[in-house]
């Protein structure tokens, strides 16, 4: 299958977390349609494993939804950062613990039929106590649930946003 040709970009909105991009592109037999683009940074998304068998999840408001969700660890990767270092960063703010170990799990596009972000999913464990203080955290909520509870909450739906549902099921199927 061919690829689309770009025949314009207009960029209609630029913000802090996200742009909106309109392209004009021609699809193989010709025809000319638009597609709109999301564009958002490059996260991490991680599995936190305690050495008592407990999963880290955070609980946390998302406006987006207007609900409060149950969660894996996630952010994005600032500038000059290594997704491993962004890793360690986010699990000092979101759930105050330093992994010992950080491990690549894979990876995936969080919702390609619109947005370029790619979520690195890393196994952090070996996790002791280290609190990085940042000003969007403060009403997360750390939610230890024992791994063998995690496909009980992806199949009743108490988690259900993709990065997490994504995240622990490639874990228990990499574990397994």
Known sequence: MEKEQIISSKYVFRG??????????ELPLGRHTTRETVEHPDCIVVVPLD???????????????NKMLLELP?????????????VR????????YLPG???????????????????????????????????????IEVVKVP??????LVSSGQVCDAKSVAGL????RERS
């Open 51 to 65: 050495g008592q068998g407990n999963v880290l999840l955070v609980r946390q408001f998302r406006h987006p939804v």
């Open 169 to 172: 099921l490639r874990y228990l």
């Open 89 to 96: 960063r986010e699990l000092q703010e979101e759930i105050g």
């Open 147 to 152: 791994l063998k509870k995690i496909p009980d």
């Open 101 to 139: 170990r950080v491990e690549s799990l894979g990876g995936f596009y969080s919702a390609p039929g619109f947005c370029t972000e790619y979520l690195y999913l890393y196994l952090a464990t070996e996790l002791t106590p280290s609190r990085l203080v940042a000003s969007d955290t403060e009403e």
């Open 74 to 86: 996630a952010g994005g990767i600032e500038e000059g950062e290594t997704p491993e270092d962004g």
């Open 16 to 25: 802090r977390a996200v742009s909106l991009r309109v392209d004009t592109v």
